[in-house]
């Protein structure tokens, strides 16, 4: 059983920046794939970023050049750095992992970019 702890949603104006951070139970040494999703309410979740060993980074056409997905291994946590939000960036994100061939996720964390 894996446990994720998000952190670092809120609202934020466009333009502004948020940094979102998923906190494992497990080190992330263990996890053969993670990743970032968002989802909106009546819409598919759909894959922000991913990453297997932290060097091979995935983005989603519309957040190429303004996200950021990192691993930190010394905190332990997997990172989306989010700049140059938009509103259509506004969705809950949540953190995945795949371990022991079983998908993980995370509660969520709501993500409202307005003015």
């Known amino acids: 059983q894996v446990q994720l702890m998000e952190s670092g949603g809120g609202s934020v104006q466009p333009g502004g920046s948020l940094r979102l951070s998923c906190a494992p139970s497990?080190?992330?040494?263990?996890?053969?794939?993670t990743a970032w999703y968002r989802q909106t309410p009546g819409k598919e979740r759909e894959l922000v970023a991913t990453t297997a060993t932290g060097s091979d980074i995935w983005y989603a056409a519309g957040v190429k050049g303004r996200f950021i997905l990192s691993r930190d291994n010394v905190k332990n946590t997997l990172d989306l750095q989010m700049n140059d939000l938009k509103p259509d960036d506004t969705a809950v994100y949540s953190c995945?992992?795949?371990?022991?061939?079983?998908?993980?996720w995370g509660q969520g964390t709501q993500v409202t970019v307005s003015y």
């Open positions: 497990l080190s992330l040494s263990n996890f053969a794939l």
């Open positions: 995945y992992v795949a371990y022991g061939g079983k998908p993980y």
